[in-house]
């Protein structure tokens, strides 16, 4: 409350940037100064993520590998075309194969999500795996809840779903 | 429908007949160069008229609203009949 006489912005270089709102008030004779809690540029920062965590999943074939890769002992690589060939849209392997390369795991691997080599083809846990792990995670602990048009037809889920049921 | 990467394929595809090799042997990934994303959703756009020029390795490659391709000003292929992946 009080008159804002003054503001201005505080940035933090370390350890991590972060910058917060001041405020300078007056009020009657006294004058104070606020400090935001939560600096701009960490919540842009958790913004951005859940975007791009979203962006990442966009696709089947990128679900599913994530899903494989959730199922897997956490160091284990897996091997492509397979780990990401969803069971409900079974793509012939070699277009899969290519749409892999070209631009599926090119996508999970600038968010962080996985890591991948070519010959062989395969693809491991990234450094920010967990962020897509949990968004599918919590999707598949409410299975129950999702409207039909999400989950008719989705293995995966009708698996999740059926054992919430028994 | 899935997202639709029938282009981004389509001109991977390309620049492969362009090296002489088959389209799992171009030794970069496509996206590194043209956002495949942004590819899709062009190809989405039914009405609007767009022409979109971009690089890669050794070759410049020109993509069109009606579904041309060109590499280094050479027409590749219509990509007229390239259908979304429709989910079973």
């Known amino acids: ?166 | 429908m899935t997202r639709n990467n029938a282009l981004t394929l389509a001109v991977v595809d390309a620049l492969a007949a362009a090296e002489h090799c088959a389209p799992q042997e171009l030794d970069y990934s496509i996206h590194e160069y043209v956002d495949s994303d942004a590819l899709s959703a062009l190809t989405a756009m039914e009405r609007a008229t767009w022409e979109l020029t971009f690089q890669v390795p050794g070759h410049e490659v020109i993509v069109t609203g009606d579904g041309q391709i060109y590499v280094d000003g050479d027409l590749v292929q219509g990509t007229d009949d390239l259908q979304p992946y429709e989910l079973q």
Not at chain 1, 113 to 142: D, K, M, T, Y
Request: with cysteine; hydrophobic share 40%; aromatic share 4%.
């Open chain 1, 1 to 166: 409350m009080g008159l804002v006489v003054a503001r201005g912005e505080l940035v933090f270089s370390w350890p991590t940037v972060s910058k917060s709102t001041i405020e300078i008030c007056v009020l009657g004779n006294n004058s104070y100064v606020t400090m935001t809690g939560t600096s701009t540029l960490d919540k842009r920062e958790m913004i951005e993520r859940w975007d791009t965590v979203f962006r990442s999943l966009a696709a089947e074939p990128r679900r599913q590998l994530v899903v494989s890769l959730m199922e897997a002992p956490q160091d284990r690589e897996l091997s492509l075309p397979e780990a990401a060939n969803p069971p409900s849209l079974l793509m012939e392997p070699a277009t899969l194969y290519s749409e892999l390369i070209h631009v599926h795991l090119p996508v999970l691997e600038d968010a962080g999500l996985i890591e991948w080599e070519r010959e062989p083809l395969c693809a491991r846990r990234g450094p920010q795996f967990a962020e897509a792990a949990s968004v599918i995670e919590s999707i598949h602990a409410n299975a129950d809840e999702l409207p039909r048009s999400l989950s008719e037809g989705c293995q995966r889920l009708e698996a999740h779903r059926q054992r919430q049921n028994l």
